[in-house]
């Protein structure tokens, strides 16, 4: 294929060349350019409300983080959870807000 290559991190790839420079990343050089797709799933929604303090912890031998519940202890807040579920898009705005 003709086209510029691509140089990420010290390495030369050839045009349409799909490589991985790391387990999270997908990539393909086109014509000098470099995009990359995540191999991690993105979440767009926290965990639900029986979770009240969610976060994301690395697992052993597993490249992507995932979600865990967390602690029972209390936080700043003095134990107060707040509300970061989302069931479904908030769509437009009233004039009211």
């Not at 303090?53 to 995932?66: F, L």
Request: overall charge negative; charged content about 25%; aromatic content about 6%.
């Amino acid at each position: 294929m003709e086209g510029d290559n691509c140089v990420f991190d010290g390495v030369i790839y050839r045009n349409g060349e799909k490589f991985e420079p790391n387990c999270q990343y997908h990539c393909t050089c086109r014509d000098g350019q470099i995009g990359c797709v995540p191999r991690c799933q993105l979440d767009v929604l926290l965990p639900g409300p029986d979770c009240p303090a969610p976060k994301k912890v690395a697992v052993p031998g597993e490249c992507c983080e995932k979600w865990t519940c967390g602690s029972e202890e209390k936080g700043t807040l003095g134990g107060l959870a707040l509300p970061a579920y989302r069931p479904e898009a908030t769509v437009g705005v009233e004039l009211s807000d």
